[in-house]
């Protein structure tokens, strides 16, 4: 029920924008969360959106370079990331919990993208 898509292979310091679409949901009413999971790590979030868009969450490693957006209009949800670093390299998934606040772990929420892949080389 949602896709994610936008991923693919940059440099050090280069920008990308990932969507996240949504078939047979609307996403007015629900929280969405970026999730990303490197080789052998732990799914983290690390940006979420409240459902009325007033909550924004950020990890700590990201603040000032990621920027978590809504289109409610569109149904899609985006993720602007900016001076992207080698350790930003996962693969990134959007999920969405209903009336959520974006900040949620992943046991939280209740759908799921299929994750798209970010690769940033030195």
């Known amino acids: 029920q949602l896709q994610a898509s936008g991923g693919g292979s940059v440099q050090t310091e280069d920008s990308l924008r990932l969507s996240c679409g949504a078939s047979?949901?609307?996403?007015?009413?629900?929280?969405v969360g970026w999730f990303r999971q490197a080789p052998g790590k732990e799914r983290d979030l690390v940006a979420g959106i409240g459902w009325n868009a007033l909550h924004t969450y950020y990890a700590d490693s990201v603040k000032g370079r990621f920027t978590i957006t809504r289109d409610n209009a569109e149904n899609m949800v985006f993720l602007q990331m900016t001076s992207l670093k080698p350790e930003d390299t996962a693969v990134y998934y959007c999920a969405a919990k209903p009336w959520g606040l974006g900040q949620e772990g992943p046991e939280d929420y209740r759908y799921w993208g299929q994750g798209t892949l970010v690769t940033v080389s030195s």
């Open positions: 047979g949901l609307i996403l007015n009413n629900v929280a």
